[in-house]
């Protein structure tokens, strides 16, 4: 299973694609897709539909992991990545790839096994578990690996997917 994974914004989208089979998950591609600061709002997210269009297109994934959007102290920044993430999630839609969306603690859960990680320990898991040399740049694209790997370590997972889990004592 080919899995992309997005970090959404407005200014840079990170992209990470992997490559998922049971437990084994190698890293395909990553990087970034930027609009410059000076054009009008409208612009940049045009742009981004173009490119996440021709994104898809190129690297063909049967599923897409995007990040739920957490609102931390910046409201206004959180605000320009909700439109960011609302045309991702179109061109996804109008491309017919399936989406998942994971909040930051399920990534950090999947990648680390301790939901309030920290960043950097999420960038040195995400390294370590794609076997890389060095920890993906820009940091929009190493969190977009951790999402295709929260992804990955979803889906694989043995667990019944249905969310109907039975317990004996």
Known sequence: MRILGIDPGVATIGFGLVEADRAQVHMVTYGAITTPAGLPLSRRLYQIDRDME???G???PDVMAVE???F???LTT???VAHGRGVILCAAERCGVPLHEYTPGQVKLAVTGY???EKRQ???MTKRLLHLKAVPRPDDAADALALALCHARSFTSRLPQNG???ETI
Do not use: P, Q, R, S
Request: net charge positive; aromatic share 4%.
């Open 54 to 56: 021709e994104l898809i």
């Open 58 to 60: 190129k690297l063909k």
């Open 68 to 70: 739920e959007l957490f």
């Open 72 to 74: 931390n102290t910046n």
């Open 78 to 80: 959180g605000i320009a």
């Open 115 to 117: 939901g309030k990680a």
């Open 122 to 124: 999420v960038m040195d």
């Open 164 to 166: 109907n889990v039975k």
